[in-house]
C-alpha cells in the first residue's frame, strides 16, 4: 500500500502529449530541466504520487506542485522555462563600472 496522502490531482494525457514527453525525456538536445519535468509528469500520469514523483527526478515537492499547475493550466506550454527579467540586457555604462580606488575598507 502506498504511504502518504492522496490527492485529488488526476493527470490524464492525451496520446500527442505522451509521445511529446517522452521524447524530451530521451532527448540530449533539450534543457536538462524541461526533461526532468516531463519525466515527473509522466510518473504523475502513471499514477505515481506527488511526493514519490518529486524524489524520483530530484525536485522539491514544493516545485513540484508549482510545474503540475503550470502543465495543468498551460499544458506542454506550462513546462518552459519563462524569460527571466532580472539580467540586463545592455551592459553598464562605463561610469558606472568603474569601482573607486579611494574607498577605504574597514
Known amino acids: 500500500m502506498a504511504r ?13 502529449q ?3 514527453l517522452l521524447a ?7 534543457p536538462a530541466g524541461l526533461a526532468r519535468r516531463a519525466r515527473m509528469i509522466l510518473l504523475l500520469a502513471d499514477g505515481m504520487t506527488i511526493t514519490a514523483a518529486a524524489a524520483t527526478v530530484g525536485l522539491s515537492r514544493r516545485h513540484s506542485y508549482k510545474w503540475i499547475q503550470r502543465f495543468v493550466q498551460a499544458g506542454l506550454e506550462g513546462l518552459h522555462d519563462k524569460p527571466r ?3 540586463r540586457s ?4 562605463p561610469d558606472l563600472r568603474e569601482q573607486p580606488d579611494n574607498l577605504e575598507r574597514g
Open 90 to 93: 545592455e551592459p553598464l555604462p
Open 18 to 20: 505522451r509521445r511529446i
Open 85 to 87: 527579467y532580472d539580467r
Open 4 to 16: 502518504g496522502r492522496r490527492t485529488s490531482l488526476t493527470i490524464r494525457l492525451t496520446p500527442a
Open 24 to 30: 524530451w525525456q530521451r532527448a540530449t538536445a533539450v
